[in-house]
């Protein structure tokens, strides 16, 4: 952030949630891009800027919500819908899908979420015994 502030850039940092915040105020055309994670795109935003490094490539790389979606072969339904079993920062994984890395989080509850027929609804019902053993052990 130093780097923008110095080239005369503001920067606003979302005080709450910033996935969602930050979302909304691109929709609403407050700001111009976000730098966080691929969780904004589950609350709207068109694109993410998840990396930059300014002082030896000089290069970013992004994520736009459109290529994530074709890339994962389904709607903006189901991406969402992936992307909440698979966990955030203010959500935990869902239990069956306590898995080391980020790929196989989304691979897995694409899969689980296929399995319902595409009904996350169902895929939570259908676990339902895991889901209690996992809140269990999350509030222990």
């Given at each position: ?29 407050v ?17 993410v ?36 079993l ?55």
């Amino acid at each position: 952030m130093a780097h923008l502030h110095s080239k005369g850039i503001f920067v606003f940092t979302a005080p709450y949630n910033a996935s969602a915040q930050l979302a909304y105020m691109e929709n609403d055309a407050v700001i111009s891009a976000i730098v966080g994670s691929a969780s904004c795109l589950v609350f709207g935003a068109d694109q993410v800027i998840l990396d930059f490094d300014w002082d030896e490539t000089k290069k970013f790389s992004f994520s736009t919500l459109e290529r994530c979606v074709e890339k994962l072969g389904a709607t903006k339904e189901q991406f969402n819908d992936t992307c909440l079993l698979a966990g955030a920062s203010v959500l935990p994984t869902f239990p069956d899908l306590d898995v080391d890395s980020n790929k196989a989080k989304i691979d897995s509850a694409r899969m689980l979420l296929q399995r319902s027929h595409n009904d996350a609804v169902a895929a939570c019902v259908s676990r339902s015994h895991v889901l209690h053993i996992g809140l269990a052990a999350n509030i222990s």
